[in-house]
């Protein structure tokens, strides 16, 4: 049974980064694609990125916030990780980590975090 | 404001069918058959429940189907229960390696 825990900070200060991580038990982060997707009151359900392996790691980033956002994998701990620079309380939300592709559906999720952004 | 549209709310008795509608366009819901639909109970992470449009997760019970016309996809639950009352999401692929959801349907079993 694939199982997904989130860690991080529940508070971050405006301007910094927020940094969550997700711990894969059950599957190999090589063998899928792992998602960041985030919810909150004024913008709903909001997918931020993924990262997969094909013969080399890709990631894909929505539009909104490419400019921010780094997702990146770590083998060696079975795990993946979200970098959100410059937050702002825009950013403050319940972010979930979860298992699937794009167009398949998200099968598996982590419990979720909620981050606020606040001084 | 969503990419796709769902309405607020829905209700049904137990026992009865409610259909959910999500709508988008033709670069999204129309463009693809890859419409997911995801049920969330308050403070538990969503649930998936239908998959590429009408494909049921391993577990997830036949009352819950999914359609798809034009630019409209739709779940329906048959048999409602009191246990299905919660949020209903969708989603869809929208080309370009982007995803996107739905504002949600909140179902209430009357």
């Known amino acids: 049974q694939v199982q997904l825990q989130q860690s991080g900070p529940g508070l971050v200060k405006p301007s910094q980064t927020l940094s969550l991580t997700c711990v894969i038990s059950?599957?190999?982060?090589?063998?899928?694609?792992w998602n960041w997707i985030r919810q909150s009151p004024s913008r709903g359900l909001e997918w931020l990125g993924r990262?997969?392996?094909?013969?080399?790691?890709?990631?894909d980033y929505a539009v909104s916030v490419k400019s921010r956002i780094t997702i990146n994998p770590d083998t060696s701990k079975n795990q993946f990780s979200l970098q959100l620079n410059s937050v702002t309380p825009e950013d403050t939300a319940v972010y979930y980590c979860?298992?699937?592709?794009?167009?398949?559906?998200?099968?598996?999720w982590g419990q979720g975090t909620l981050v606020t952004v606040s001084s | 404001q969503s990419a796709l549209t769902q309405p607020p709310s829905a209700s049904g008795s137990p026992g009865q069918s409610v259909t959910m509608s999500c709508t988008g366009t033709?670069?999204?819901?129309?463009?693809?058959?890859?419409v997911s639909w995801y049920q969330q109970h308050p403070g538990k992470a969503p649930k998936l429940m239908i998959y590429?449009?009408?494909k049921r997760p391993s577990g997830v019970p036949d009352r819950f189907s999914g359609s798809k016309s034009d630019n409209t996809a739709s779940l329906t639950v048959s048999g409602l229960q009191a246990e299905d009352e919660a949020d209903y999401y969708c989603?869809?692929?929208?080309?370009?390696?982007?995803?996107?959801f739905g504002g949600g349907t909140k179902l209430t079993v009357l």
């Open positions: 059950g599957d190999s982060v090589s063998s899928a694609a």
């Open positions: 990262t997969y392996y094909r013969s080399k790691w890709y990631n």
């Open positions: 979860a298992r699937g592709w794009l167009g398949a559906g998200f099968n598996y």
């Open positions: 033709s670069s999204d819901v129309g463009g693809y058959n890859s």
């Open positions: 989603s869809s692929y929208a080309g370009s390696n982007n995803l996107v």
């Open positions: 590429e449009v009408s």
